[in-house]
Structures are given as structure tokens and as C-alpha cells.
């Protein structure tokens, strides 16, 4: 994308214990991107409550997914990491979004039929709303990267419509204003106030499934703690549940084909190519014929071997809160500049603002 600050935007809901799903999907990834873009990964507790959350546990959970930002290898001097409900910008250009978003787009969004289950009467207005929040959240930082899991895929896709949808909307007074980019769409030559966000997916982990269930995404709401690792579980827990993790009788394949319709195993191959940060292949070349009773135990060792440094560094974090409590402020000062500069142009555009 030509004319844009190449910059990565990402955020982790503070929901609950984080997964290893949300390691190897998302800040795994945030980490690795610092050393290409400026990135600002944010912890997004205005979007944790469109689900009923304990005040005290919301504040609590904030400060441990920072810590584990943090305890991850997330810098943030060089880049930004702060809480969303800091910035109120992020809330106002989702207004804008609100306006520019229709209503035959969100209703395609399967995360909100998922959350809201059965009587989606009852789910909030925020709930339905979410996605609009999540690309005022990138969008307010004109943001061109953003490394996400598979689940966020459709997320992302309604987030370029709606940085289009603007676009096209205002072309002439972004032009006129001198505020945009000149962008192909189609046929045409629009003048882009937003860039169209390119979503950053992919690797042996996007999409990390139930220990339990191969076909079912890891996740944190998950009621079953068998299903999933958590990032603060200790060494023996770890390795207790990799050992009953829920596998097939066949030996492992000699290749990646031999994964098909083998979900749980080509769940736990995937956990331990991206914890070894090396490809499915490379890992059945090393264990292809070898039973589970053999590989399990290895994928143990490596788990712990990786996730229990991360654990230690964010219980040592987190007994400091003043201290994260200091990242969280001073990287909402550095955001809010950004978001206000963009909110600003946002209102001239708009015209709410003469
Ligand atoms: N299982 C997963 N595999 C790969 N990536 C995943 N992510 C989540 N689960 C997996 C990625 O983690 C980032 C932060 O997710 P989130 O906490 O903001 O929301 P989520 O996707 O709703 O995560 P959970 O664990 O499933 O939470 P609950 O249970 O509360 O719904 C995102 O980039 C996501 O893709």
C-alpha cells in the first residue's frame, strides 16, 4: 500500500486466562512484527464488556494480558501497548462506523451468532456492534498490518469494507481537504483516508484447536480447562494435559497429507511446529511413525520449555501493578496523540468540524 505509515495494530480481549491459542494465533506474532513496523498492541477492555465481566476481574485481567504482552517479548518503549478504553477516540470513530457500516454486514458476522447463542434478543447492542469497535480500533491508527488468528478473518473483511465504504463516501472532500492517498479501486482512483488494513493469518497455529475436540477452537470461555493451556498453568499442568489431550490411534503420517480428517493430530502437530517455530513437514519428517505415547511426551517438554519462562515473567510483572499500570498510561498518551489527529481529520472530513 503505497502512501501510508506502515504500522500494526492488534488487540487481546481481557476475558480470562489467555490461551496458547492466543499465543501461537496472535501475540506470538505481535512480537515477531515489532522488529518490521511500529506496532501498537492494545489490551481491548471495551470490547470485553459486551459480555457481562466482574469489575474487579476486568481490571485484574487487564493487567495480566499486559503482562503477558510484556512477558512475551513485547517492547513497550519501542512500540505501543496500552488498554483501549484509555483512548476515547477508538468509541467516537466507531460512532462514525456505526453510521457507515450496514446493517446487512453485521448481520452476516458469525462470532456475534456464536456469542449471542440461542436467544440473541438478549445479547447487547455492544455485542452486535463489536465489529465496528475493532476497526474504529485499527482504523483510528490508519493502521496497514494486522496479525490476527483465522476466527478474525471476517472481522478483518468487514473492516476494509467499511474503510472503503468511507473512502468512496468522502473521496472529494478528502480530496479537497488534502487528507488522503490516491488508491486504486477497481477502475477507479479514489482519495483513501483510511488504508485498506491487510490482515496477517497464517502459520501452523492460526488457528489452534480444543485439546478436547479437534474440530473446536481453543478458547478461554471454553468450560472445560482440560481443553485448553493456559499461559499461566504450571509445568506438571501443562504436561497433564498434553498427555490426555484427545488423539487417534494411528501412528503420526510421514506427511502433511496424511493429516486430513485427522484433526486432533494435525491440532497437536501444528502446536508443536509453531512452539518450535519450524513447519508441519519438518516436524513429521522428525516423527512421522512414531504413536502418540512417543510424540506426546516431546510436545510436553517443548511446551513447558516455552510457556513456562512466560508464566514466571507474568507472575513477576503482575506483582508489580504500578509498574503496568505506568506502561498502560504512557502508552495511552503516545496512542491518544495518533488517535486524536485522526479523529480530528475524521470530523473535517465528516463535517463535523469546520
Ligand atoms: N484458538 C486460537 N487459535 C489461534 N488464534 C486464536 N486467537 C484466539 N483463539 C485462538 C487469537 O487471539 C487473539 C485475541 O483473541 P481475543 O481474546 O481478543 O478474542 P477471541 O478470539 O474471542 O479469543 P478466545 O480465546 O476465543 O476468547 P473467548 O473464549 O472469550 O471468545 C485474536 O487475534 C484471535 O484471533
Known amino acids: 500500500m503505497t502512501g501510508f505509515h506502515q504500522r500494526v495494530f492488534s488487540g487481546v480481549q481481557p476475558t480470562g486466562n489467555l490461551t496458547l491459542g492466543n499465543y501461537l494465533g496472535a501475540i506470538k506474532r505481535f512480537v515477531a512484527m515489532q522488529a518490521e513496523m511500529d506496532c501498537i498492541y492494545c ?140 488508491m486504486r479501486v477497481g477502475d477507479e482512483t479514489v482519495n483513501a483516508f483510511f488504508p485498506l488494513i491487510e490482515p496477517v493469518i497464517g502459520g501452523p497455529a492460526a488457528r489452534v484447536m480444543s485439546l478436547r475436540d479437534g474440530t473446536k477452537k481453543m478458547s478461554k470461555s471454553d468450560p472445560s480447562d482440560m481443553s485448553r493451556i493456559n499461559l499461566t498453568d504450571d509445568a506438571d499442568t501443562i504436561a497433564k494435559k498434553v498427555r490426555k489431550a484427545v488423539s487417534d490411534p494411528l501412528p503420526l503420517p510421514e506427511t502433511v497429507d496424511g493429516l486430513k480428517d485427522r484433526p486432533e493430530a494435525d491440532n497437536l502437530v501444528g502446536i508443536y511446529a509453531a512452539l518450535a517455530d519450524v513447519t508441519k513437514d519438518a516436524v513429521l519428517a522428525e516423527f512421522g511413525g512414531a504413536q502418540f505415547s512417543a510424540f506426546k511426551p516431546a510436545l510436553a517438554d517443548l511446551a513447558v520449555q516455552k510457556i513456562e519462562p512466560i508464566s514466571a515473567e507474568m507472575r513477576r510483572i503482575t506483582a508489580d501493578p504500578a509498574y503496568v499500570d505506568g506502561v498502560l498510561k504512557d502508552g495511552g498518551e503516545r496512542a491518544g496523540a495518533i488517535a486524536e489527529e485522526t479523529m480530528k481529520a475524521v470530523k473535517q472530513i465528516v463535517g463535523l468540524l469546520g
Open 43 to 182: 489490551v481491548v477492555d471495551l470490547h470485553a464488556i459486551t459480555l457481562p465481566q466482574d469489575p474487579a476481574d476486568l481490571i485484574a485481567s487487564t493487567r495480566a494480558v499486559t503482562a503477558a504482552f510484556l512477558a512475551s517479548g513485547i517492547d513497550p518503549k519501542a512500540h505501543i501497548v496500552f488498554n483501549q478504553s484509555r483512548v476515547p477516540q477508538h468509541a467516537e470513530l466507531g460512532w462514525v462506523f456505526n453510521c457507515i457500516a450496514r446493517l446487512g454486514w453485521l448481520n452476516r458476522m458469525t462470532q456475534f451468532k456464536d456469542k449471542a447463542g440461542k436467544n440473541a434478543e438478549a445479547a447487547s447492542v455492544g455485542l452486535y456492534a463489536y465489529p465496528n469497535l475493532m476497526a474504529a480500533d485499527m482504523m483510528v491508527y490508519r493502521a496497514t498490518h494486522v496479525p490476527v488468528g483465522e476466527d478474525q478473518k471476517q472481522h478483518i473483511e468487514l473492516t476494509r469494507d467499511i474503510a472503503q465504504k468511507f473512502n468512496n463516501d468522502y473521496s472529494t472532500r478528502i480530496a479537497a481537504l488534502g487528507l488522503g492517498h490516491e
